[in-house]
């Protein structure tokens, strides 16, 4: 018994935690607080149109039907501050909390409570968003938050915490999340059977065929073909080989921070991922210890910095890699306080220790499934996204597809609602916008792949723009339709393709395109005020 005590004390007690990563933590920290930041500020932007009351999935409507189905059990299952309140206002508050939260934390400010609120924050969206919050990235925030309310120091401003290591439990289980990224996505790249994985041909259009390209991404398309098959091949390594680097010495972890960071960087420049190659990038320092990290930083201090510069530097660095003289946390005590702690530590056991087995039992049921797991802890943290089984890009697409709204007065003549980030002009170059998610367009790019009766929000949003509703208006660059709202509205499907060096130096344009059909009905409304379908789309062509 005291044995394991001794264990439970040496993993999630953080007087007992390790010191060589604090100048990791204050990194990561701040890289964190950032990316809450880009999350909630997009939010911000769009949160009234996607699940706002006049949204395209108002959150009211989904959380009625939770209710219904769940009973009292609907706080569990959809783990929202929403139940208060599903109005534009409570919305906005929400995210506004958030984002004030993220600079708190950025700045250090209690850092512990700010990410906790964050969490909450982020996960209230999520929980209500429906198709709109369905992301891997998504998860990858969540469980990253949580883990960080147990990975932060304590106190009102903690500075760098020297006397407040982490607890080696949330330490690791933030780093194997990081490994899980990786490695369960190279799994499920093997176990798809996607043929482009095999024979090295997935990355010769990934470029152009990513969800929002950026301009880099479309000077590295026209790369030859043993370019793309050497990235092939690269990403596999790395995803299944390199990464195993996690579990060898520091100096392992030095080699795979210094092939896997330039690879996310490639990643960041040549498509618009949100914030999930950033969190991934941001979780990487915590494989390098103080002394790696020092050193770094002293030759940068000495190489590139300017003078005023310097004396920052010099102050963070000098900092000794120890803990304060007079601390005295590892000491027992039979006050009130330690009695606390000892809870404390007893909540922290429970919560990561699931945590850990959840998210080992879904690696290991990837490639053996028929090993029977207990599988009632992992439905039962489903709710809260804190324990995820991740896999990017196990299958490629072969094709580019966009979905266009169109709006008429006549039947005839169309005139096309033109979106703010996602590919629709022909001479735009496309941009670099991460970590700002816009999930409205994003959202189109996975409903291109199937037919609208899998994807009513391509429907739903028909409705919205008959109705000339500001908030969703919001989510397109403009309105073609300001003065009235249009009699007729539809959705056609282009094919996209990048144009060649040769055609863009003629011409301009970055991309060429191809229409398809019509996509989804034609929208109008009837003499009840009723929404009816005047038109009903032909058979499209395959397109996955």
């Known amino acids: 018994m005291e044995r394991s005590g001794q264990v439970a004390g040496w993993l999630f007690d953080s007087s007992n935690g390790p010191r060589h990563c604090l100048i990791g933590r204050w990194i990561f920290l701040r890289a964190l607080a950032g990316i809450y930041f880009s999350a909630f500020f997009s939010l911000l932007y769009q949160i009234k149109g996607l699940i706002g009351p006049q949204g395209i999935l108002p959150a009211q409507r989904y959380l009625s039907e939770v209710a219904r189905m769940m009973g009292p059990l609907r706080y569990w299952y959809a783990p929202t501050l ?11 508050a929400t995210m506004w909390i958030g984002l004030l939260a993220s600079i708190l934390a950025f700045l250090n400010l209690w850092p512990r409570l700010c990410f906790f609120i964050c969490f909450v924050c982020f996960l209230s969206f999520v929980a209500a968003a429906g198709d709109f ?7 990858m925030l969540l469980e990253a938050g949580f883990l960080t309310c147990f990975f932060a120091p304590p106190g009102l401003r903690p500075g760098w915490a020297w006397s407040h290591p982490p607890a080696r439990a949330s330490l690791f289980l933030l780093l194997w999340e990081w490994f899980r990224i990786y490695f369960e996505s190279g799994l499920v790249k093997l176990l798809s059977g996607d043929r482009q994985w095999r024979d090295f041909t997935a990355m010769d259009e990934y470029y152009q065929n990513s969800p929002l390209p950026t301009w880099i991404g479309w000077w590295v398309e026209h790369l030859p073909h043993w370019f793309h098959a050497f990235m092939t091949g690269g990403t596999l390594f790395l995803e299944l080989g390199v990464v195993l680097l996690l579990f060898f010495s520091k100096r392992g972890r030095l080699v795979c921070f210094l092939i896997v960071t330039p690879w996310e960087l490639g990643v960041i420049l040549t498509g618009n991922y949100a914030f999930l190659n950033y969190l991934v990038l941001a979780l990487g320092f915590l494989l390098l210890d103080n002394r790696i990290l020092q050193r770094c930083a002293r030759g940068i201090c000495r190489r590139w910095l300017p003078a005023p510069l310097k004396k920052v530097l010099a102050s963070i660095v000098s900092v000794p890699i120890q803990a304060d003289p007079d601390d005295h946390l590892g000491e027992p005590s039979r006050s009130v306080g330690a009695h ?28 053996f499934r028929t090993v029977s797991l207990p599988d009632t802890p992992i439905r039962a943290l489903d709710p809260f996204r804190i324990s995820n089984q991740y896999g990017l890009f196990a299958v490629m697409t072969r094709g580019r597809y966009e979905i266009e709204f169109q709006g008429s007065d006549d039947n005839l003549s169309w005139i096309e609602y033109p979106f703010r980030y996602k590919p629709q002009a022909l001479n735009e170059r496309p941009r670099i916008y991460a970590p700002y998610q816009p999930r409205f367009d994003w959202n189109l790019w996975f409903a291109s792949l199937g037919d609208w009766e899998q994807n009513q929000i391509v429907p739903l949003t028909q409705e919205r723009l008959l109705d000339n509703d500001p908030d969703v208006l919001e989510l397109f660059r403009s309105n073609p339709f300001a003065q009235t709202p249009p009699r007729y509205v539809r959705a056609v499907l282009w094919q996209y393709w990048f144009t060649s060096i040769r055609e863009k130096g003629t011409t301009g344009n970055w991309w060429r395109r191809q229409l398809l059909g019509q996509y989804s009905p034609t929208l109008s409304r009837g003499a009840d005020g009723k929404f009816e379908a005047i038109a009903w789309p032909g058979t499209l062509p395959r397109h996955e």
């Open 82 to 92: 929403f139940w208060l309140s599903t109005n534009s206002h409570w919305l906005m």
């Open 133 to 139: 919050s369905s992301y891997q990235s998504d998860g």
């Open 340 to 367: 606390f702690k000892a809870l404390r530590v007893a909540l922290s056991a429970v919560v990561l220790g699931w945590i850990a087995y959840n998210t080992t039992a879904e690696l290991i049921n990837m490639p």
